[in-house]
């Protein structure tokens, strides 16, 4: 399946009161086809929200570009760069404030629409039978619902200009637990109708795997590792992977060798530093993780940037035309 959308070594960074500049996400590429979704995990401040804005065209990049449907988006004009911006829909965490108090969900359902000088009722209540609210929700205010209520209606009014992605970033993260799977399988039957790309943003690596087809796991600005979710989660990697899978209770079966969960907090991505990035937590570093900053490499299909992830020596099997300094 061809990609939707092609995030090609970008960069962003922040500049710091006082002085310098930090390094919000670091030379990342992915790629998301038709039907999948990409889980994308990692700390928070990690720069999942940056690289989300990236592709959702919501903020500049310093570097890179952002290919879609292979057409890269630095060359559409205005024409193409408004649909696309219609095709690419974001779903933020907290419901409640991207939806006005003011209007009633029809109303915030049918916005989109509107402002495209589309109308009627019939696309509304389709809208919210999609997303598994009665229609008479229409004609409430936000505060009349409730939390997972509220993130319907978003995804509603997300819908709502038939998109091909949606960037969730942490779409669940502010919902009661009970609610935060009812939420994920009406994304997932959306996508199977409708043949959406889903990026999918989470601190919370179980939140995602079971809906994931790929996870990259970001660490200060880069992906450390990126492969399909299954082989993701049962053979982790990296070790920063690892760490994070330990500290999930439901990912520890007992026949696993018992793993420190994650280890204290991550540098500042304003520091300077030489070698790997996660070093400095690493229970495998070496002089040579200290000093060189690993590439990316592939190893049965999965994308790692480790020195030690194969178990042994650095391997010279980079990846050509990425990541290398
Ligand atoms: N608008 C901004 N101005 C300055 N720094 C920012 C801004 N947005 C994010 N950052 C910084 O960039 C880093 C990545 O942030 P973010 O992308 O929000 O991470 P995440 O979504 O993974 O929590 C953090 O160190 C954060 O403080
Ligand atoms: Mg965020």
């Given at each position: 399946m061809s990609p939707v959308i092609e995030v090609d070594e970008v960069a962003k960074g922040y500049d710091l009161p006082g002085g310098g500049r930090l390094t919000a996400v670091d030379r990342v590429s992915l790629s998301i086809a038709t039907g999948e979704t990409y889980a994308l995990v990692g700390e928070s401040g990690c720069g999942k929200s940056t690289l989300a804005r990236m592709a959702a065209m919501l903020t500049s990049l310093d570097a890179g570009e952002v290919r879609w449907s292979g057409q890269p988006v630095s060359q559409l004009r205005r024409a193409g760069l408004r649909a696309v911006r219609d095709h690419t829909q974001v779903v933020f965490q907290d419901p409640a404030a991207a939806l006005s108090s003011r209007l009633t969900v029809a109303e915030a359902v049918a916005e989109p629409l509107r402002i495209q000088g589309r109308t009627g009722s019939r696309p509304v209540a389709d809208l919210l039978d999609a997303v598994g609210l009665d229609r008479s929700m229409g004609r409430r205010y936000p505060r009349e619902l409730s939390g997972g209520q509220r993130q319907r209606v978003v995804v509603a009014r997300a819908l709502a200009l038939d998109p091909k992605l949606l960037v969730l970033?942490?779409?669940?993260?502010?919902?009661?637990?009970?609610?935060?799977?009812?939420?994920?399988?009406?994304?997932?039957?959306?996508?199977?109708?409708?043949?959406?790309a889903y990026l999918l943003i989470a601190h919370d690596?179980?939140?995602?795997?079971?809906?994931?087809?790929?996870?990259?796991?970001?660490y200060l600005g880069q992906i450390v590792e990126e492969g399909p979710a299954d082989e993701v989660v049962a053979r982790p990697r990296h070790p920063y992977t690892q760490m994070l899978i330990a500290s999930v209770p439901a990912f520890t079966p007992g026949e696993r060798v018992a793993r420190p969960a994650v280890l204290g907090d991550p540098p500042s991505p304003a520091e300077r530093r030489t070698g790997c990035a996660f070093a400095s937590r690493c229970p495998a570093a070496t002089d040579l993780c200290r000093e060189t900053e690993p590439v990316r490499r592939l190893l049965d299909g999965v994308a790692v940037r480790c020195h030690h992830a194969d178990g042994g020596a650095p391997s010279s099997r980079e990846v050509p035309g990425t990541l290398a300094r």
């Open positions: 970033d942490e779409p669940v993260a502010s919902l009661d637990v009970s609610v935060q799977a009812q939420v994920l399988n009406l994304l997932s039957d959306l996508q199977a109708e409708r043949g959406l690596l179980a939140v995602v795997s079971s809906v994931a087809d790929r996870i990259g796991v970001m």
